[in-house]
């Protein structure tokens, strides 16, 4: 979501006339982007601002000016004590406020002061943003924000505010535009995306299912689902709808119910079980993730085993997984029971050594089998491409710049628990 925004918020600048650049010291404006979900991202933000003041500083003494733009969720959780601690920072913006860069850059004043702008207008910033352009062949778009569950821990809801889903027409009309400006793939975003309940769509299977008459898109994803919040027809999209990929984000967090509960998150493990046999059902080869944490509040050794069986019975292709992060204003930063910092980084290490196995023998399964790769970018090594495959398995093969953003068969000869390696067979005709 984050990415999507920076890019929305390089087009609203596009209007004033300014354009990327990867060369800060020649940067008019240095913008920051910023996360507030785990105190570790959060608390990057002020050594990112330190580094930044020292471009906007080597500029002044050339007799450069340079606006320092704080974005994000930091913002809307604080931004007055964001200025405060950073006083390198000129304006800071929160997520709802982006279409309003432009005027606050225009009218931004060094001897009127410092503007901080983390409020939820009324307006949505999504009519008044310019329309996106694909900036590869594969492309974000934001189809929900905000969030109504209010997990015990999460910030989500303070920050990005309450769920407002985007009306079916805008979002076809958007991705219309991203494939005739080149987009091969589009993963369709939202805080909690399954829960669309805009106009013009009865869910985001219907969306999915009209998206899949756009010619020229050949891949569709989604991400984040709520567990509870699915539906048949978005898990009958994916038998029907042969360019949804096969490919579920679906956050379990804990195979505990006692844990769920005071996470309230709104299902058990057998329900989530459940939604996973459903997926499977309909198509086998999906390849299933999902976000843990470990170590909240009151979890006991049993409660963590009970995290691990559910692991090792739905075999994930792939996983985030986070220690418990106390975060201001949320009800589970309050609860009395907090586990020590030595247990989480215990139970994370062993979850993430079995997720990893997991990982590794997804990935070393496809090896000898030929998949479809959407070819993203140049890799490190000369003469090395990489893309993904279906079922999002980053891939290196030896290639040229003729074959970014085609999708080619490749031979899988290879596999590590974070890529796969491999030859390409043939080009394949668009
Ligand atoms: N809406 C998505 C998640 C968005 S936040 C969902 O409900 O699945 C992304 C992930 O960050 C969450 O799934 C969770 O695993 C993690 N996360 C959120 N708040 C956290 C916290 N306070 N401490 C640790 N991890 C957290
Ligand atoms: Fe946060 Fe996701 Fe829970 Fe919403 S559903 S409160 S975004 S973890």
């Not at 991202?41 to 002044?60: C, D, P």
């Not at 997520?95 to 309003?100: A, L, T, V």
């Not at 001897?111 to 910033?125: C, W």
């Not at 990893?356 to 070819?375: E, H, I, P, R, Y």
């Amino acid at each position: 979501m984050n990415m999507y925004d920076s890019a929305r918020m390089r087009d609203a600048l596009g209007f004033l006339g300014y354009q990327e650049t990867d060369r800060k010291e020649e940067a008019d404006i240095l913008l920051l982007n910023t996360c507030h979900i785990r105190e570790k991202a959060s608390e990057k933000l002020f050594s990112e601002v330190g580094r930044m003041n020292e471009v906007k500083q080597a500029r002044k003494a050339k007799g450069l000016d340079t606006l320092l733009i704080v974005a994000g969720c930091v913002v809307q959780a604080g931004g007055e004590e964001l200025l405060r601690r950073a006083h390198a920072v000129d304006i800071a913006v929160g997520p709802q406020n982006y279409h309003r860069l432009p005027e606050l850059v225009t009218k931004f004043n060094r001897k009127k002061g410092r503007v901080v702008v983390a409020d939820f207008p009324a307006e949505s910033k999504f009519d008044f943003l310019p329309e996106t352009r694909a900036t590869g062949a594969s492309c974000f778009l934001a189809v929900q924000e905000g969030c109504d569950h209010f997990c015990s821990y999460c910030v989500v809801p303070y920050t990005r505010g309450c769920e407002y889903s985007r009306p079916a027409d805008e979002i076809l009309a958007e991705a219309r535009r991203l494939v005739e400006t080149g987009a091969k793939e589009i993963m369709l975003l939202g805080q909690n995306v399954n829960g669309w309940h805009g106009e013009g769509a009865r869910d985001l299977g219907d969306i999915i299912r009209m998206m899949a008459d756009i010619q020229g898109l050949e891949r569709i994803r989604y991400t984040t689902s709520y567990p509870s919040e699915m539906t048949d027809n978005i898990i009958t999209a994916h038998r029907d709808v042969p360019q949804l990929m096969p490919y579920i984000h679906l956050p379990i967090q804990s195979g505990s119910d006692a844990v769920l509960k005071a996470m309230n998150r709104q299902y058990t493990v057998r329900e989530y079980l459940d939604i996973v046999d459903r997926f499977r059902a309909v198509r086998p080869d999906i390849a299933i993730s999902s976000d843990f944490i470990v170590g909240f509040p009151g979890e006991t050794d049993a409660d963590f085993e009970g995290t691990m069986d559910v692991v090792r019975q739905v075999q994930y292709a792939s996983s985030f997984s986070f220690k418990f992060s106390a975060r201001p204003g949320t009800p589970a930063s309050l609860m009395k029971n907090q586990i020590d910092e030595r247990i989480k980084t215990e139970r994370l290490m062993r979850l993430q050594e079995l997720l990893l196995s997991q990982q590794k023998a997804f990935n070393v399964a496809t090896v000898g089998k030929t998949l479809d790769v959407l070819m993203i970018e140049k890799g490190r090594e000369k003469g090395q491409i990489s893309g993904y495959t279906p079922y999002l398995q980053n891939t290196h093969v030896e290639g040229d710049k003729s074959n970014l953003g085609q999708i080619v068969t490749v031979r899988i000869t290879g596999a590590t628990a974070t890529s796969l390696s491999g030859e390409i067979i043939n080009p394949k005709a668009d």
